[in-house]
């Protein structure tokens, strides 16, 4: 492939509308999800995050029936997951990921329900596997809506996200609310999760809520780094995976995931210090 | 007359039913070091806990200066070193960043540091010798660096009361004693210390106070008064410790 057919592939598609949107949209979201990404993986929040994704699923599906805004109702049933999640954990005995399993496939059985009865056609693929190819007007405006929110609230509050997940004691020990700043990410948790649902779909959100954020982890032992490199790779991925999924005529939330996927194996394979080359080559010097 | 600083009435704390401190009552002077003294499982952490407001006692109350300890952290006026630090130590964060977050409470919402603060950063971790590790990730430190890293962090917040839980666990004696003369320097500039510990030997060379627990305060007072034989024995069960026997 010379520099004119790599060029050729990246603008040709461009003079379709469609492929502009979507292009613009998968970069954003890849943004968002891979800011929040680096706090869900040093959280180890990754089921939460895929519990969430899964409840929203009757929010969108009334959102259609009753002609609301898609993003209003996942957000309020995302966040009503979160809520039923600490409200049965904290009142029985039952562990946590058990109450997580519990809860969303709870939420997403109903929405296959309301999916099955509804009178108006809701395409089940596009909820569950994303439409970003096809995304109409005011879905970009609700996700970019969202996307700003959500991005303006991490910013305002990384530091003590970070320290929220580093060390909620020393946290509470300097006065800071926990509890807010729980419930404050998990509120974030929901926004991202509705700002991605187009382009990947509930099936596939999980993957960008922390597959950036782990070939960040694995490249860099500085916060400030880690997010930059998730940035990178996750709008990297989002946006070429876009075209990818445009050139093959495949599932762009696919295309997305996949890549992203084989960005984390080459990082930890190849990573500079915590990679499994260094790893390997480090334990055969050490062996005598 | 010294003013109250850690003042503990009637606390009973309980895990899951089973109580762990029964009635505590102890006054701790402002501008003192108090030992806190008993066996393992006697309630020396889970008082530290309840003093920090982090278990929520059955019954009784903790004030600080006067004030319920909520108020109090808001200031920034009180730093807690844990037993052992729950902290992921692959975390990606540094030793000066960790010290950093000492000075969280007193930066704004957006927890930009100023010069003021990267100053106290460092004369912190100065203090505890730990300079020359500032930018080494958090979890590749021994154990007794890790130990210093977040005393240094405590220094940092610059509360006028310590709450250290086992500071000395792990820590080699040239450390130990430079972190007894820091306390001592901490204690002549105003500040207010509760330190457990197990090594009884030390308590005299720099406790004004000590603090008996068993399941409940046992006696608390000036080294002197309490730090006796016979109250000794009662905190351990009737088994006199070693270190002390040696002494007489
Ligand atoms: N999280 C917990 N849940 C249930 N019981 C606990 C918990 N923490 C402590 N306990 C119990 O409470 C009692 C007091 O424990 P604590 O940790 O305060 O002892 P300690 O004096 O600090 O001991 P050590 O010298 O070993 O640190 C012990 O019997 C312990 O088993
Ligand atoms: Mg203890």
Redesign the interface.
């Known amino acids: 492939m010379d520099m004119q057919s790599v060029w050729q592939w990246f603008v040709a598609p461009l003079q379709y509308e469609f492929m502009v949107k979507a292009v613009v949209v998968s970069a954003m979201v890849g943004l968002v999800c891979a800011v929040l990404s680096c706090y869900m993986t ?1 959280k180890g929040w990754a089921l939460m995050g895929d519990a969430v994704s899964h409840a929203v699923m009757p929010g969108v599906v009334l959102a259609y029936i009753l002609n609301i805004p898609f993003a209003i109702g996942a957000f309020v049933f995302g966040l009503s997951s979160v809520l039923a999640i600490g409200f049965i954990k904290s009142k029985t005995r039952i562990k946590e990921d058990t109450v997580i399993g519990l809860v969303f496939t709870g939420f997403f059985a109903l929405g296959l329900v309301l999916v099955s009865k509804s009178p108006s056609n809701i395409d089940l693929q596009h909820i569950l596997f994303g439409n970003v190819l096809g995304i109409p007007d005011r879905d970009i405006v609700q996700t970019a809506i969202v996307s700003l929110i959500t991005l303006a609230i991490i910013l ?2 990384r ?2 996200l ?2 929220f ?3 909620p ?2 946290a ?5 609310n926990v509890t807010a700043l729980n419930y404050t990410f998990l509120t974030l948790l929901s926004l991202t999760i509705v700002a991605a649902l187009q382009t990947v779909g509930i099936i596939l959100v999980v993957a960008m809520l922390v597959t950036p954020g782990a070939v960040g ?1 694995l490249l ?4 400030d ?2 997010t930059w490199i998730a940035i990178a790779s996750g709008v990297f991925s989002s946006v070429v995976g876009t075209y990818i999924s445009y050139h093959i005529d495949g599932s762009t939330g696919g295309c997305i995931v996949v890549l992203q996927t084989l960005l984390f194996v080459i990082a930890m394979i190849f990573a500079p210090k915590h990679g499994l080359l260094v790893r390997s080559s480090k334990r055969l010097n050490e062996s005598p | 007359m010294k003013s109250i600083s850690i003042d503990v009435e009637n606390l009973t704390v309980a895990y899951n039913g089973k109580v762990a401190l029964h009635e505590a009552t102890v006054q701790l002077s402002s501008s003192s070091i108090s030992g806190l003294v008993g066996m393992n499982g006697s309630g020396k952490s889970t008082l530290f806990k309840a003093i920090m407001g982090f278990i929520t006692p059955r019954s009784g109350r903790v004030l600080i200066n006067g004030l319920p300890v909520r108020h109090v952290q808001k200031q920034s006026l009180i730093a807690y070193v844990p037993q052992s630090e729950e902290v992921d130590w692959n975390f990606p964060v540094s030793v000066s960043d960790v010290v950093m977050m000492g000075r969280y409470g007193y930066m704004n919402l957006l927890r930009i540091p100023r010069t003021r603060d990267r100053r106290i950063v460092a004369e912190s971790l100065a203090r505890v010798q730990m300079t020359e590790f500032k930018d080494r990730q958090i979890g590749e430190l021994s154990g007794g660096q890790k130990k210093r890293a977040f005393l240094a962090r405590a220094l940092a917040q610059q509360g006028k009361i310590l709450l250290l839980d086992e500071p000395f666990t792990g820590v080699d004696v040239k450390t130990e004693k430079a972190m007894v003369d820091l306390l001592i320097e901490l204690r002549d500039q105003g500040h207010t210390i509760l330190i457990s510990t197990h090594d009884l030997a030390s308590i005299e060379t720099f406790c004004d106070q000590v603090v008996l627990v068993n399941k409940t305060i046992l006696a608390y007072g000036s080294t002197a008064d309490v730090f006796t034989e016979e109250n000794l024995t009662r905190t351990f069960g009737g088994v006199m410790p070693h270190q002390l026997r040696k002494q007489n």
């Open positions: 040093l305002v509050l530091k003590d970070l320290l997940c580093f060390d004691t020393h509470r020990s300097i006065g800071l982890y860099s032992d500085r916060f780094h880690m």
